[in-house]
């Protein structure tokens, strides 16, 4: 039996319906895919607000003994910085080369952006290297570790997501001007990591 | 009756992409888990019998009662109400045919069975952990180490799931919606489902932080948490209850929803106050982010901190109100079914009446210190959870029984199962307001002679709700198999899940979706009220 005879009350005639008939495929409904990613990153992003709030109530209550006040290196990581913003840009000039259709320059501005990326991982890593606290000496070594390394595996996961992009790109046909969400999604969530580097360098360097 | 499309059976043990198999798959899923922690709590109570700790060890009681909240909290309530029924419903009644991501619904759904039998598989391992479902430090920091961190790998892993799928959720409603299908047109278990996936986006990934640094306290050596390290316990419970009590909400909102799916349809009545309800659930999302600390009164929180939190927790009471009102005003009059469906919606109503009245009085600084920890909260927690939301999931499996499978459920033993569990349930929790009022402490295999009496009392309505489960099995399985077929639409409902074959085919509906823009028109004509109803139905006319 099918039914779908509808109830009286609901309009069996509704003007839109008939407007627009629904085509009885889900593969024709909008691609949603960016709005999904968005939701996820504010999810992500939650997780990073937690640790700050984290971070910030140890900062209040919390008291660090004598000889663990230590004055952070700023140069390297204003730098690193720089170099983290520079590559949302450089990312954002790869967006604008492939909404031109010129692939070729598309994937010089990906390859520069993971070049800046693993520049700002390098960065870390020699500050890591250098700096006079370890892991468990104290509640701001602590701290400061896990949030820069929480964001670190974002910059590399980033970065790695650039790597697959920019192989895709160079595929024939792959990203259109009209069609790329794998381009759109590894540029969304690199800015991402970005803004959320901003706030983390001004609340453990600068604050 | 003509059904369109058989799922092959061996499709709900696989990886598919339909929402309807996924939303089963949720289903059986977590009542197994459910089994496996209702065992638990019948050990709980078994050892409870006896002032003295004589049916298990000490330890091994504190690695039971762990395992019991964390499986009935994360492996049943949660993936049910909100994976099974969202996943079932969520697409019909935006007029998809399936989810927005399926390959997303899906991994979501499969990271499940492995958190399940991981979280299982720590007893056998070392032991499990034993520091509650809370997992509060320096306790959980203390205990053995593998079970703990087993169980954080596994709490990450429901996490992770329940993530995946409140970005579905929101996509799918948000997103989804059929041409025509206006926003405040849809089913109120969308927006229920829309609260709650919000809820997730924002509280989840906050447990998942504390949890990673947590489990870096245990196996790496950091004092994040631990004060002799110069760490800060208090930040984790923060941390942890900004998700927990949220999850409160993750647990109990969808089950309003479904609530007020199964009322009007059962009571021949439109919903009332359907905005309202929208507006009660919206309320109920913002301020169920802001009260989690009257979970933390004893913590040493600060006077401002314990004000503020009494009194957002007692806004909370006005929108949840409103929604009671409005379920009894939409069982008013109506021409009312007393079948299960309906019955156990109604015990809900009362258990969870009963929970909220607790629920505010917790909330009140002098009362919660001086019943903080006993077994006060957890009569009041039960009834919020047990009697609220797992009422709420029988219903709701009576009322969709039929379309899932096809086949009606006995009506007899239906009523005989809820009889059974709402008598077991409240001999069970009743009793332990007054355990709890009296100081008897919770999480303990140990307890003071003079509770003797009453622990035994509640042991037999543990009994009792064990024996519950009984009927309902049978009548499941023997329906299933020889039920009497239901047709396409049973209730005479008006929602879009009943305008297909029952089973539904693949894609929801052979034609396209049905646009209901009324989606609680009941009361009319049509549906042949009597006489004596006839005043509350012209009532709703005139309203409307």
């Known amino acids: 039996m099918t039914i779908l005879t509808q109830r009286p009350t609901a309009p069996l005639s509704d003007p839109l319906e008939e407007a627009q008939p629904q085509a009885p495929a889900h593969s ?38 004598v000889n663990a006040e230590y004055e952070l290196e700023l140069l390297l990581p204003a730098v690193n910085t720089l170099v983290l913003l520079a590559s949302s840009l450089t990312f954002h000039r790869g967006s604008k080369a492939l909404m031109a259709s010129r692939m070729a320059t598309c994937r010089g501005w990906l390859l520069l952006t993971a070049a800046l990326g693993a520049a700002f ?87 | ?72 909290i994360f492996l049943w309530i949660v993936p049910v109400v909100n994976g099974a029924f969202g996943n079932y419903l969520v697409p019909f009644y935006v007029g998809a045919r399936d989810m927005a991501f399926p390959r997303l619904n899906a991994v979501a759904f499969w990271m499940l069975p492995p958190a399940g039998f991981l979280l299982l598989s720590s007893y056998f391992i070392g032991g499990a952990a034993q520091s509650g ?67 997730v986006v924002l509280a989840t990934p906050v447990l998942a932080g504390a949890l990673i640094l947590l489990s870096m306290d245990i196996v790496a050596g950091t ?37 007020s799916e199964i009322l009007p349809i ?29 979970h933390m009164f004893t913590s040493g929180t600060p006077p401002w901190m314990r004000l503020f939190f009494t009194i957002a927790t007692a806004i909370i009471a006005v929108p949840t109100g409103i929604k009671f009102f409005n379920w009894l005003a939409t069982l008013w009059q109506g021409k009312l079914a007393l079948n299960s469906a309906l019955l156990f919606c109604c015990g809900f109503i009362f258990n969870f009446v009963f929970g909220g009245i607790t629920g505010v009085a917790l909330a009140q600084v002098p009362f919660d210190v001086h019943v903080h ?43 005989l199962h809820c009889l059974l569990s709402f008598l077991g349930f409240n001999i069970c929790f009743f009793p332990q307001h007054w355990l709890g009022l009296n100081g008897m402490p919770r999480r303990v295999a140990e307890y003071d002679p003079q509770f003797q009496l009453i622990n035994q009392i509640s042991s037999v309505g543990a009994l009792l709700l064990a024996i519950s489960t009984l009927p309902f099995l049978i009548n499941v399985v023997w329906s299933a198999w020889k039920g009497a077929p239901a047709g396409d639409n049973p209730w005479r409902a008006c929602t879009t899940e009943w305008l297909t074959s029952s089973p539904p085919p693949v894609e929801n509906w052979l034609r396209e979706a049905p646009l209901v823009t009324e989606p609680y028109d009941y009361g009319s004509v049509e549906d042949a009220m009597p006489v004596t109803t006839v005043r509350g139905r012209e009532l709703w006319s005139a309203g409307r």
């Open chain 1, 28 to 65: 024709h409904h909008p691609d949603v895919r960016l709005f999904g990613l968005i939701i996820f990153l504010v999810a992500d992003g939650m997780t990073f607000a937690g640790f700050f709030a984290a971070y910030l109530t140890y900062r209040a209550v919390n008291p660090l003994p």
């Open chain 1, 121 to 207: 991982m390098a960065g870390q890593m020699w500050e890591y290297f250098h700096l006079p606290f370890g892991l468990t000496d104290n509640l701001f070594a602590s701290t400061f570790y896990a949030l820069t390394g929480f964001h670190g595996l974002h910059v590399t996961l980033g970065a790695m997501m650039m790597l697959i992009v920019w192989w895709q790109a160079g595929r024939k046909g792959y990203f259109t001007p009209e069609n790329h969400f794998g381009f759109e999604a590894a540029e969304l969530y690199w800015h991402f990591v970005d803004g959320v580097w901003v706030v983390l360098f001004a609340l453990l360097y600068l604050l």
């Open chain 2, 1 to 72: 009756m003509d059904v369109q499309h058989h799922t092959p059976w061996h499709e709900y043990f696989g990886f598919s992409l339909d929402h309807k198999v996924i939303g089963i798959q949720y289903l059986v899923t977590g009542f197994f888990f459910y089994l496996v922690g209702g065992t638990l709590a019948g050990m709980i109570r078994v050892e409870l019998v006896t002032p003295l700790s004589d049916f298990m060890a000490r330890d091994t009681y504190n690695q039971v009662l762990t395992l019991h909240g964390t499986i009935m």
């Open chain 2, 133 to 199: 479902w809370t997992a509060y430090p320096p306790l959980s920091i203390t205990t053995p180490a593998v079970g703990q961190m087993i169980w954080i790998m596994s709490v990450l892993l429901l996490g992770g799931s329940s993530i995946f799928g409140a970005v579905n959720f929101i996509a799918t409603i948000l997103k989804l919606r059929r041409p025509g299908l206006g926003l405040f047109q849809l089913p109120m278990f969308c927006w229920a489902m829309l609260g709650t996936s919000v809820l």
């Open chain 2, 223 to 259: 004092g994040f948490f631990n004060p002799a390290l110069g760490g800060n316990a208090v930040v984790y419970q923060h941390l942890f209850w900004f998700y927990s009590h949220p999850a409160v909400y993750i647990m109990v909102l969808p089950a309003f929803g479904l609530v």
């Open chain 2, 266 to 294: 059962h009571a021949r009545k439109p919903l009332f106050g359907y905005r309202s309800m929208i507006y009660s659930i919206l309320g109920i999302v913002f301020l169920g982010l802001i009260v989690w600390a009257h």
């Open chain 2, 373 to 415: 920890d006993t077994y006060f909260v957890v009569a009041h927690f039960h009834y919020i959870v047990f009697g609220g939301t797992v009422f709420v999931i029988f219903a709701a499996i009576y009322h969709w029984f039929p379309k899932m499978s096809g086949r009606l459920l006995n009506e007899h033993l239906g009523r």
